[in-house]
């Protein structure tokens, strides 16, 4: 069973832009992230990344999701244990 999805970026049909509401970002964050985090677009861009690049990802994502997340929205979006 597949347990991560990117349906938001498939129907979407808005515009992509950030500073004009915070309705738009908030919108246009989902399918920039979506996008970024696509497989072949990830396979090409990982190998390009320095360490300290892919280092600087890894420790920034971290720090949202510590900052905006507790403990078991961690478990349960990030991680997807379904015991959460």
């Known amino acids: 069973m597949r347990r991560h999805r990117h349906e938001f970026v498939e129907t979407y049909d808005g515009m992509m832009a950030f500073g004009y509401s ?4 908030e919108r246009s964050i989902i ?3 979506q996008k970024f985090s696509d497989d072949d677009l990830m396979k090409l861009l990982s190998n ?3 360490d300290s690049e892919i280092e600087e990802l890894v420790d920034h994502l971290t720090g949202l999701m510590k900052r905006h997340l507790d ?3 961690y478990h349960r979006y990030f991680l997807k244990d379904e015991k959460a």
């Open 22 to 25: 915070r309705e738009e970002d």
């Open 31 to 33: 399918v920039f992230m």
């Open 48 to 50: 390009r990344l320095s």
């Open 71 to 73: 403990e078991e929205e």
